[in-house]
């Protein structure tokens, strides 16, 4: 696995591949690293769809409206750079920050969607998807891929992805993985790491009430949202909530408490201790579409 840190470094790499190989293609998996099993099965799926596999681990500071939260964030990048070995990835980049942003930590060009942006996480995390566009946006820019893996635990950020990337004909194709789960059904996360014994056990109410919700949608689908909402309100009272609704999955537009759902997202943000986890789980579709 070839590792390069600079943007002129991968870059120039990428460059002569295609140069050599113009039939090749090159498939890229954007992380902030602490990788598991989630990652892993987007590097398997580059893997499958790809020629060249090229990973990123670069804890963005953009996407942190939250500076603690940035600092506690978990880091072991020995430990990821074998796993990516391990599955056959062909390329690592890793920049730190001054490589990515220079001086400028703030002040910095922004892509957005107000609309889209001002619903789930984008309420209480101001920001944050302006910092994850902006990321994501350079990356495709100086990758170039022909393929990009994501995954549907951050649905809106796929969303949000998807958007930018047919607004700005970026060519992108973006691919969408199933959320992979610990055998109790919590999301695995890099955050997970932090939760406390304790906190951990609270955590796997969040995966529960997403389950009882479609159990429930689907043993009568013509169950009303606000019924949908009295089941949160029966699992998370051991957490501390943040969001957690049902959403049309196209617009995450609330769909309405009177609402009989056809295909809607259940969605949950939630603190244990001072971690905040997310979740969610489709009603009548699937994340990929
Ligand atoms: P992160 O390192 O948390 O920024 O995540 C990098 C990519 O991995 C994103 O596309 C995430 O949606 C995806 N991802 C994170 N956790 C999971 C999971 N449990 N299952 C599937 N994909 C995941």
Not at 128 to 139: A, T, W
């Amino acid at each position: 696995m070839q590792i390069f840190n600079t943007i002129k470094g991968i870059s120039g790499f990428l460059e002569n591949y295609r140069c050599v190989n113009p039939d090749k293609k090159v498939a890229f998996v954007p992380t902030m690293g602490f990788l598991h099993e989630g990652h892993l099965s987007l590097f398997r799926k580059a893997r499958e769809v790809g020629d060249l596999v090229v990973v990123s681990i670069f804890v963005n500071p953009a996407q942190f409206n939250n500076k603690e939260d940035y600092e506690k964030y978990p880091v072991n990048t020995e430990n990821d750079i074998s796993l990516a070995e391990n599955e056959g990835v062909d390329v690592l980049f890793h920049p730190g920050v001054q490589e990515i942003y220079g001086d400028q930590s703030t002040n910095l060009i922004q892509l957005r969607y107000p609309d889209m942006m001002s619903r789930l996480c984008g309420k209480t995390r101001p920001g944050h998807f302006e910092g994850v566009l902006l990321i994501v946006h350079n990356l495709f820019v100086w990758i170039k891929p022909q393929y990009a893996v994501f995954g549907c635990k951050d649905y809106q950020q796929l969303l949000l992805i998807q958007k930018m990337n047919k607004d700005l004909h970026l060519e992108v194709e973006i691919i969408p993985i199933p959320i992979i789960r610990e055998k109790d059904g919590l999301a695995m996360s890099s955050r997970n790491a932090r939760l406390s014994p304790e906190n951990r056990k609270d955590a796997i109410v969040i995966s529960r009430s997403l389950a009882a919700i479609r159990d429930a949608w689907e043993k009568n689908p013509r169950i009303l949202v606000k019924e949908m909402k009295g089941i949160y309100e029966k699992y998370l009272g051991s957490v501390q909530v943040d969001y957690a609704g049902i959403y049309d999955p196209r617009t995450l537009e609330d769909l309405p408490d009177d609402a009989i759902v056809t295909q809607g997202l259940a969605a949950v943000a939630v603190y244990c201790g001072d971690v905040r986890l997310i979740d969610n789980m489709f009603m009548g579709g699937n994340c990929g579409g």
